[in-house]
Nanobody, 125 residues
Framework: QGQLVESGGGLVQPGGSLTLSCAAS????????IGWFRQGTGKERDGISS???????YYADSVKGRFTISRDIVKNTVYLQIHSLEPEDTANYYC???????????????????WGQGTQVTVSS
């Protein structure tokens, strides 16, 4: 059974940076597309960035230029670097895995095979 565990969230001042981690176990990220989602209070969960099994990446327009997704296949971990944080970035950040990029990019109604439990990012002065 596969599992995803996020970490790296916390309280950050506006303009700051964070790196979130999504550690996978029970499956190999090289065989899956991994996506990051976020959900703010009272908002829907939105796909923001994903990386396909071939390493190609996708970013939602709202985060282009500030977010960078990457992966370390040896560590079986996907990362999300976030720069120039804004209060609007405050949310619970989740990672998810599926063999289809469309699913983890939030462009398909199908559900990911695996979800993490989330890590909270709060941007406030």
């Amino acid at each position: 059974q596969g599992q995803l565990v996020e970490s790296g969230g916390g309280l950050v001042q506006p303009g700051g940076s964070l790196t979130l981690s999504c550690a996978a176990s029970g499956f190999t990220i090289a065989d899956y597309a991994i996506g990051w989602f976020r959900q703010g209070t009272g908002k829907e969960r939105d796909g923001i960035s994903s990386i396909d099994s071939d390493g190609s990446t996708y970013y939602a327009d709202s985060v282009k230029g500030r977010f960078t997704i990457s992966r370390d296949i040896v560590k079986n971990t996907v990362y999300l670097q976030i720069h120039s944080l804004e209060p609007e970035d405050t949310a619970n950040y989740y990672c998810a895995a599926h063999r289809s990029l469309a699913v983890v990019a939030g462009a398909s109604p199908a559900s990911p095979d695996y979800w993490g439990q989330g890590t909270q990012v709060t941007v406030s002065s």
